[in-house]
């Protein structure tokens, strides 16, 4: 697909510059596949239907990478995305998709519940299971692609985070809108780390996490943050127990504990979750085709294949092996 002419604003030099495509430059028989190609690449593989004929499909979207997490800001025509299982299963890495709406309403739909989302409205989705996403009018939104390891919940966490006006009462609403307007208008990777912060405290404080409510984010942010980096750092290591952990940042287990649980996270769920999601990663990759199964469990941390069998199927509906066939069938 075509690529128009850059955007001018001046960028960091350390970050590359956004793209932009301008669906409207493009002959009509060519502007539905360039919208289907633009978001199955800067935010998750979907199928997209209009409500318009071609050529009256128009509009642009504007990607910007930050490190890991991916900024997009779109106008787009009336119609339906479906995020559906076989589209679920060409991902590897899984990612929390926040919805800025900005004009108009939309309305979403993921594990059995429907949010119509308004103008100024916080909304979330999963990248993991099945989504639908109905535009009735021309709308603009922005999006945020936060991966699950780097959020740094529990799975089922997000889940019911899903589908949800996340922040509307508590006023995290509003300071996370500006945050993303700060970012598209900067686009520095140094708002990264505070994105995630804020994204995590929008989540727990709308699922009714009070104690991390009561508290400035500010006094537990540091330590919290060496934390879950030490954590990173040594994920495959199977003595990485809590009271490693809690003596490595010269604290008790119990305010480690006390720590997480501020940001809505469980030691046990975390590490299971990430160590899980970097196995599926693993398992997916050509050049890990030679590694068994139980090579590649022992690598990130699982000492008993069978343990780690039936967790991953309980997380992902299927068998390591049944993961590695579905994703050499799909290349």
């Known amino acids: ?193 505070p994105t995630v912060e804020l994204v995590r405290a929008l989540i727990t404080t709308s699922l009714g996490d009070t104690l991390g409510a009561r508290e400035p984010l500010e006094n537990t942010l540091d330590l919290e943050l060496r934390i879950v980096e030490y954590l990173r750092n040594h994920l495959p290591e199977r003595d990485l127990t809590p009271a490693r952990v809690a003596a490595a940042h010269h604290i008790s287990v119990r305010q480690l504990y006390t720590v997480l649980a501020r940001s809505g996270i469980c030691f046990g769920d975390w590490l299971r979750t990430n160590r899980l999601e970097a196995s599926r990663r693993e398992l997916g990759r050509p050049e890990s085709r030679t590694l068994s199964v139980a090579t590649i469990a022992h690598r990130w941390g699982f000492a008993n294949l069978s343990h780690f069998s039936r967790v991953f199927r309980a997380a992902y509906g299927l068998t390591p092996t049944e993961w590695r066939q579905l994703g050499r069938s799909s290349r």
């Open 1 to 193: 697909m075509p690529l128009t002419e850059t955007e001018s604003a001046a960028v960091p030099q350390t970050q590359p510059a956004p793209e932009v495509y301008d669906f409207s430059a493009l002959p009509v028989r060519d502007r539905v596949e360039a919208v289907h190609t633009a978001h199955s690449s800067f935010i998750v593989p979907v199928n997209v239907t209009y409500r318009v004929p071609p050529s009256e499909v128009f509009g642009h979207m504007r990607h910007q990478s930050l490190g890991r997490f991916q900024i997009v800001t779109a106008n787009a025509a009336p119609g339906i995305l479906d995020r559906t299982p076989a589209r679920v299963r060409q991902d590897t890495e899984p990612h929390l998709i926040l919805c800025r709406q900005v004009s108009t309403w939309t309305k979403l739909e993921q594990d059995g519940r429907q949010v119509r989302q308004q103008a100024g409205d916080l909304v979330a989705l999963d990248s993991t299971a099945p989504y639908r996403l109905e535009f009735p009018e021309y709308v603009d939104n922005q999006t945020l692609l936060i991966p699950h390891a780097d959020l740094a919940l529990p799975a089922d966490q997000i889940r019911r985070a899903t589908a949800l006006r996340l922040g509307a009462g508590t006023g995290m609403d509003t300071l996370v809108a500006a945050h993303l307007s700060r970012i598209v208008d900067q686009g520095s990777a140094r708002l990264a780390q």
